[in-house]
């Protein structure tokens, strides 16, 4: 019972953690949207630049912290008896 309540919680924990990456996702394609509305309305490439890069950072932590926290899962399981690393 007690390995059901553990894979139960670690598949809790999954399903959070992609909704979380999914909101980011949305967050990082509604700011590319933005940087190419402005691109196309003929902004200044001082102002679209850092959008642009704030776009891609948004990316990248957003990758980062989901297999950060994929793996900080799979340890803490691993910790607990729940499965074996290989």
């Given at each position: 019972?007690?390995?059901?309540?553990?894979?139960?919680?670690?598949?809790?924990?999954?399903?959070?953690?992609?909704?979380?990456?999914?909101?980011?996702?949305?967050?990082?394609?509604?700011?590319?949207?933005?940087?190419?509305?402005?691109?196309?309305?003929?902004?200044?490439?001082?102002?679209?630049?850092?959008?642009?890069?704030?776009?891609?950072?948004?990316?990248?932590?957003?990758?980062?912290?989901?297999?950060?926290?994929?793996?900080?899962?799979?340890v803490?399981?691993?910790?607990?008896?729940?499965?074996?690393?290989?």
């Open positions: 019972m007690q390995s059901l309540r553990l894979f139960g919680e670690f598949v809790l924990h999954i399903c959070i953690a992609s909704v979380l990456f999914i909101l980011m996702l949305l967050v990082g394609a509604t700011i590319h949207l933005f940087v190419s509305w402005m691109t196309t309305m003929g902004a200044p490439q001082h102002i679209t630049y850092p959008a642009g890069f704030l776009e891609y950072l948004v990316f990248a932590l957003d990758f980062i912290c989901f297999v950060v926290f994929c793996l900080g899962l799979h803490a399981a691993a910790y607990c008896g729940f499965c074996r690393l290989a």
